[in-house]
């Protein structure tokens, strides 16, 4: 490689870079989790999560508030989850890989909290 191939390399590495920077800068995600998207207008509560590994499985808990419909929240992760392999179950509860997600929803004065629970699935 001469310099000028490795000079136009590096250009082409810093404009991807530059062009991939806002949208990772974008992405959000539960704590503890690696691929839980939290949702935008939602905020995580400090100290409001735990994270746990047991020989049967990874225990994690978190949550976020923000000024939002409930419906909304609800209609976010129906269709977001799925494209992440979770299978919804029951009304707030997803199973994927031995696990099982349930996301609480608390309505009230203007103001929205959301529990995100993910346990070891039972057998």
Do not use: H
């Amino acid at each position: 490689m001469n310099s000028s191939s490795i000079a136009r390399f590096a250009l082409c590495l810093v404009l991807t870079l530059s062009a991939l920077a806002p949208a990772l800068a974008q992405a959000r995600f539960v704590s503890g989790t690696e691929d839980l998207p939290l949702m935008a207008g939602l905020d995580e509560v400090r100290d409001g999560g735990l994270v746990f590994d047991t020989p049967a499985g990874r225990l994690v808990e978190a949550r976020a508030e923000g000024a939002l419909a409930a419906s909304a929240v609800r209609a976010f992760y129906a269709q977001t989850l799925p494209q992440l392999g979770w299978r919804p179950l029951e009304s707030g509860e997803y199973a994927r890989e031995g696990e099982i997600l349930t996301i609480g929803i608390i309505e009230g004065s203007g103001r929205l909290a959301v529990r995100f629970a993910l346990t070891p699935q039972s057998k």
